[in-house]
């Protein structure tokens, strides 16, 4: 199992690591909630995360994500999971679906993820997006439902603290070499 998650507040870099990480050579697997917030816009729907549904729809993606590329043999980085989905859940104030609630068993049982996770700090700032709705403020304490919520189902969290990009890969691809 060389599973491992990139996660953290809203803007702090991960989808950047990621691409450096892919251009590596690493299997790599992107974040699933910008791609539902897309295609809920590109449908109409303005508000994607005031929809019931909407955590199910990134519960399931990241699932099928995953099974994608199960049988890849190598090392491989997600950012995010459904770790992630169950902070967002809390952070939004839904109660923890069955959906979600399956695929947080299904992941543990199977122990689909590295119980280390590389928890990307905030960068000092946090720039809206189209997907990304959140003041830098608020995204600070969704930084700790994160963390809280990883330590909670037992993971460590490994800080990758606010640095030029390629030496946060570079901590990231050593810890990695290290461990395997």
């Not at 909407?54 to 099928?64: C, E, P, R, V």
């Not at 600070?140 to 800080?159: A, D, M, N, W």
Request: with cysteine; aromatic share 10%; glycine share 4%.
């Amino acid at each position: 199992m060389n599973h491992y998650i990139l996660t953290g507040t809203p803007g702090s870099g991960k989808t950047s690591i990621l691409r450096s990480l892919e251009l590596a050579g690493y299997a790599v697997v992107e974040e699933a909630a910008t791609d539902i917030i897309a295609l809920r816009h590109a449908q109409g729907i303005a508000e994607p995360w005031t929809h019931a549904t909407f955590i199910d729809d990134i519960a399931n993606l990241q699932k099928h994500r995953q099974m994608r590329i199960a049988d890849v043999s190598s090392v491989q980085f997600y950012d995010r999971s459904p770790l992630c989905t169950y902070a967002l859940s809390v952070w939004l104030g839904f109660p923890i679906s069955t959906t979600l609630a399956a695929e947080m068993e299904r992941i543990e049982s199977a122990q689909i993820y590295q119980k280390q996770v590389f928890f990307i700090e905030n960068l000092g700032f946090c720039a809206p997006t189209a997907a990304r709705k959140i003041t830098f403020e608020d995204s600070l304490k969704f930084e700790k439902v994160h963390e809280e919520t990883y330590r909670s189902f037992g993971y460590e969290c490994i800080p990758i603290a606010p640095q030029e990009l390629s030496t946060r890969v570079e901590q990231i691809t050593r810890y990695v070499s290290t461990a395997n």
